[in-house]
């Protein structure tokens, strides 16, 4: 079964950083793209990062272009995402998922992120 | 980026009728190779998203047959046969291919 669990989440000011983790379990995780995708609750889900399974190629929003990093270690099964310079627009629901063909085959439960002074 | 409108964005239905969610594409969504990366996804209250449907019309393991999916190019409909009080929650379609991914506003289905 596949498993995803974040952590890292937490409450920071403006300007300040944070990382966030992501543990898989439960298939190939050095096979697999992976993804960030944040959702202000009640609001529209938006993709943030993403990085393909070797790690040679990594995609961001523009919204984080600059200040966010995203990583793996496939030794360890983890992503990561290292947020820098956060506004409080970057407050949101942070999901860690896997992607398969052009879609999000299983998705973590979520780290929250909230900025704010 | 592909836009992707959904409607209605509030969704009233009596437990046992059918119910529809429309999603809409600023641009065609058939790609080169043929495939149509559309996605549906089911919410529930306090859950992570989970999908129900892929490439268009494709059931997710576990995903009860009352849920369908259709369309072609840019116009996509997921279709609930007969909703029940678990179907509750936000629905959004999602694109994965132009990239970047994107996601439709969501559609909130609740019970009258």
């Known amino acids: 079964e596949v498993q995803l669990v974040e952590s890292g989440g937490g409450v920071v000011q403006p300007g300040g950083s944070l990382r966030l983790s992501c543990a898989a379990s439960g298939f190939n995780f050095e096979d697999s793209a992976m993804h960030w995708v944040r959702q202000v609750p009640g609001e529209r889900l938006e993709f943030v990062s993403l990085?393909?399974?070797?790690?040679?190629?990594?995609y961001y929003a523009d919204s984080v272009r600059g200040r966010f990093a995203i990583s793996r270690d496939n030794s360890k099964n983890s992503l990561y995402l290292q947020m820098n310079s956060l506004k409080t627009e970057d407050s949101a629901l942070y999901y860690c998922t896997k992607d398969r063909a052009g879609s999000y085959e299983a998705w973590g439960q979520g780290t929250l992120v909230t900025v704010s002074s | 980026d592909v836009v992707l409108t959904q409607s209605p964005l509030s969704l009233p239905v009596t437990l046992g009728q059918p119910a529809s969610i429309s999603c809409r594409s600023s641009q065609s969504l058939v790609h080169t190779d043929g495939n149509t990366y559309l996605n549906w996804f089911q919410q529930r209250p306090g859950q992570s998203p989970r999908r129900l449907i892929y490439k268009v019309s494709n059931r997710d393991s576990g995903v009860p047959d009352r849920f369908s999916g259709s369309g072609s190019g840019t116009d996509f409909t997921l279709k609930i046969s007969r909703v029940e009080a678990e179907d509750v929650g936000l629905y959004y379609c999602m694109q994965g291919a132009p990239w970047p991914y994107t996601f439709g506003q969501g559609t909130k289905l609740e019970i009258k």
């Open positions: 990085i393909y399974g070797d790690g040679s190629v990594t």
